[in-house]
């Protein structure tokens, strides 16, 4: 946790005092009063998604309360912030129009598209293809592979004959809170190193089922664990080693990067399909999300 917390990513945040800085912090407060008021860690989150609309997703760490608790609060809570999107609407949508964004100390489906867009665009003028078409085709193949991606690991993490289990239902909460923030942004588009720092709410459970050795959650956990160090960490040797002008060497840390990105996308989505409760399982179903055996 401590290698996340004074990562370089992590310092990109505390150094600019994003405001992502104040929604790690209610993020944070919602899992830890989740399990003593689960509707005050749902308002906190929805506070929290007027800042920025992503925490929206984090209520998907109350699936684990069951079926009903969980569709009665993000129902309620969906409908306020669908209201919330209605009424902000135009400066929702200038805000996103102004949002900066970038294919180096990024994250997220379309930064390879980004990178490479220079050299793709520049094929086209040489070539017969419809530019526009190929362009247009160019830009959704990220966003679709990304959507493919997440449901393929999620859909073979649900398929899992056996429910990962968690003995500590505030770590399962942080995971599912993590994990979706993670999953979420990726598939949406390109953000910040920044806002790695979320990932740092998984390290707790994946550290238990790294505990596990020989097992597959033990292995994916600590391949997973593993690949959040080096995401995070990718922009100390980025600086390190940067020379002014873009080489064969820094195109290939840039490619690893993003091979470590899509791994590490893919395996949360699997992760969070494995730990899925048993309701939204199609298998395994009577199996609980915590080792108490607690229903799910």
Same mark, same amino acid.
């Given at each position: 946790m401590a290698l996340v917390l004074f990562s370089p990513a992590a310092m990109l945040l505390y150094e600019g005092a994003n405001v992502d800085l104040l929604i790690f912090s209610v993020c944070a407060?919602?899992?830890?009063?989740?399990?003593?008021?689960?509707?005050?860690?749902?308002?906190?989150?929805?506070?929290?998604?007027?800042?920025?609309?992503?925490?929206f997703v984090g209520l998907s760490m109350f699936a684990s309360r069951g079926k009903r608790i969980f569709l009665v609060l993000f129902s309620c809570s969906a409908a306020l912030f669908a209201l919330y999107l209605l009424f902000t609407y135009q400066n929702l949508r200038a805000s996103l129009d102004l949002t900066e964004r970038s294919d180096h100390t990024s994250y997220?489906?379309?930064? @390879? =598209?980004?990178?490479?867009?220079?050299?793709?665009?520049?094929?086209?003028?040489? %070539?017969?293809?419809d530019r526009d078409a190929a362009r247009l085709v160019f830009q959704l193949f990220p966003y679709a592979a990304a959507w493919l991606t997440l449901l393929v690991f999620a859909w073979i993490g649900l398929r899992r004959?056996?429910?990962?289990?968690?003995a500590s239902r505030r770590n399962l909460d942080a995971f599912w809170m993590g994990g979706t923030i993670f999953v979420g942004t990726f598939a949406l588009g390109s953000n910040w190193d920044y806002r790695l720092v979320?990932? @740092? =709410?998984?390290?707790?459970?994946l550290a238990e089922w790294c505990r596990e050795p020989? %097992?597959?959650?033990?292995?994916?956990?600590?391949?997973v664990i593993?690949?959040?160090?080096?995401?995070?960490?990718?922009?100390?040797?980025?600086?390190?080693?940067?020379?002014?002008?873009?080489?064969?060497?820094?195109?290939?840390?840039f490619v690893a990067d993003e091979i470590v990105n899509w791994s590490l996308y893919a395996g949360t989505a699997y992760l969070l399909g494995a730990s899925a409760p048993g309701w939204l399982a199609p298998v395994a179903a009577s199996q609980p999300a915590l080792a108490g055996g607690e229903p799910t």
């Open positions: 407060s919602a899992i830890a009063t989740s399990e003593t008021s689960m509707i005050v860690a749902a308002v906190l989150i929805l506070f929290a998604a007027t800042l920025k609309l992503f925490p997220g489906a379309d930064v @390879l =598209f980004m990178h490479f867009a220079p050299p793709i665009s520049a094929l086209f003028k040489r %070539t017969l293809v004959p056996r429910r990962l289990v968690a979320f990932l @740092l =709410f998984l390290v707790p459970q020989g %097992t597959s959650q033990g292995v994916v956990a600590t391949l593993g690949l959040i160090l080096l995401s995070c960490w990718n922009m100390f040797y980025d600086r390190s080693l940067h020379v002014g002008h873009e080489t064969a060497y820094e195109i290939g840390l």
